[in-house]
């Protein structure tokens, strides 16, 4: 074994410039792809100008509601500004925040608290809107709460004081708890139910999951060219066979791989600022596991480098469509359920280890190398 | 001493070996030569434990090939005509890479030392940028890091100067004569073969090369062939 990793240190150590880049080539990808399509988002959304009048509590918290609406771009200024540029048709719309919204809100009054301005052209998409009344109509509807039950306490002589604040907070809670903004649909003749376990469109880990494959199967064309077939007579005449050679090397390359995958993921949840749990790390490690597996045996099949460059190239991108990286596979899935098992990538998405691939690549990588294997001496 | 009886290939029904039986002693520097096709390589490959035969016996220092191919190997050297070396590595890391898989074990001054001695001297030198001669010299050295009784080698010397031609010849005489080895090889220069061989097997129906070295005064004899 020592010998083995020996070998392969003097090899790396010729080739540490291309392996260094296929390590760095997922992250970079990502980051490059994802950048891109942020850039194009940002830039086709609709433009919004905000006017805030007054910068209370509430009237930030309705901003930052707006802010999460998808499509539409916000821009605070003045009224004057704002005003100007719609005009020039360089703002689809102007929400303004008027003075003296909080204190009407917390009234339960809630007409022309906010006053919008619009053109000919103007398209605000109308989940803006939308947003923006049903705040408007459920902060009011709280404050209006409060009020009523206000006035029963008053009404009963009841000496407690009401909290104002502390209802909001509980209402709020009730909200989320209730969880009205996601429902469970089931038919009454259908066995299925809709899961909330769904993946988005474009997913970060999907993109990094094609690059990964790409760069892992670019790793292991060490196989095929450490075993021409004017090298392979060699391999007659040393301490270890091939066969034993590259599976030394196959667990030397999965510790890499691991490792510059971890690392990876970890650089991209920083530079993304993307939220994982400590356990999509093990996903990854079985994920990367799996692949390099995958790549070996693959690799070990060929002869020359290009057709299994090409094969690789299209193994990844079939794996990645098939898996859900580009477009969300949940509803064919739910109809078919053997869908899921088709590429490790899907199992990757849902943040869920793959141990169907795992050990059904194990068992193709036994036969395959050890029953199976190129032989040296022919009959 | 290597031992060959009887040996047969066949490749489904075409016969490529036919009685071959020979015999090479310690020391000696043996010629195998042959038109285009008599099966030269494939009795190479057959000494060499690449390929099986279909029928016939070898034997090497008292010790039969058959059930003990892998045992066999580490007393065989062998040099295909294919360059079997790293192009991309230099002379130093293709010694070094196959001396750590090699059963016998050599420092790095040894490897160097080995490569000297067949004036192969470009020990920093990447491969590719080699002349023909010292790559055929650097595919020769790999095959003796191992110390093997027995040098099988597939025309050395082909396509490569008169000058290296000379001292790959030169340094087969010497490890023959002072290390005791026995060398096989193959070639279809006869003014080479007639120097350093000390016997020269003939292999194929064709008479020209035996009556051609015969003609030169070279200990030669006809082996079956095909």
Known sequence: MKAVFLTRLIRLKKEWKSILFWFVFPFIMTVIVMQTIGAVQESTNIPIGVVLEEETELATELVENLEQTSNIQLQYLSLHSALYKLEKYELDSVIVIKKGFEDKLKTGYRNQVIKMYSTDRSIAPFTTVETVSSYVQDQASRYKAVGEIQKLYTKNNVQEVVDAEEIIEKSKKRLEEKDLITPMFQFSTDSYVVSSEQTALLNVWGVWALFSMLATFFIFDWIIKENTKAIAVRWLYTTVTFRWYSLWNLFLYILLIVAANVLSVLLLTIVLDVMIRPQFLFVIIIFSVTISMVSFVIAYRFTKPFFYYVTSILLSLLLAVLGGSFVPIDGLTRRFEGVQYLSPVHALLLEKPNWLWLICIAAILFVSVWRGGRSHASS | ?226
């Open chain 2, 1 to 226: 001493m290597l031992q060959v009886d009887n040996l047969e290939k066949n490749y489904k029904q075409k016969k490529v070996l036919s009685d071959v039986s020979f015999q090479i002693e310690q020391g000696e520097v043996v010629g195998l030569v042959g038109e285009n096709g008599a099966g030269k390589s494939t009795l190479l490959n057959i000494l060499a434990t690449v390929i099986k035969p279909s029928a016939g016996q070898v034997i090497l220092d008292g010790m039969p090939y058959k059930g003990n191919q892998n045992a066999m190997r580490r007393h065989i050297g062998y040099v295909p005509q294919e360059l079997s070396i790293w192009e991309d590595l230099t002379v130093e890391e293709n010694m070094l890479f196959f001396e750590k898989l090699s059963w016998t074990k050599r420092t790095k001054e040894q490897c160097r030392e080995l490569c000297l001695n067949m004036q192969l001297t470009q020990w920093e030198e990447k491969v590719s940028s080699l002349s023909g001669g010292m790559k055929r010299k650097l595919n020769m050295a790999i095959s003796l890091l191992h110390d093997p009784k027995l040098l099988l080698l597939d025309e050395p010397t082909v396509g490569i100067d008169l000058k290296s031609k000379n001292e790959i010849g030169k340094y087969l005489v010497d490890i023959a004569k002072n290390d005791g080895k026995m060398v096989l090889y193959t070639s279809h220069d006869m003014n080479e073969i007639a120097t350093f061989c000390d016997r020269v097997y003939v292999i194929g129906q064709d008479p020209f090369y035996l009556n051609l070295l015969k003609a030169n005064d070279v200990d030669v004899e006809h082996l079956a062939g095909c």
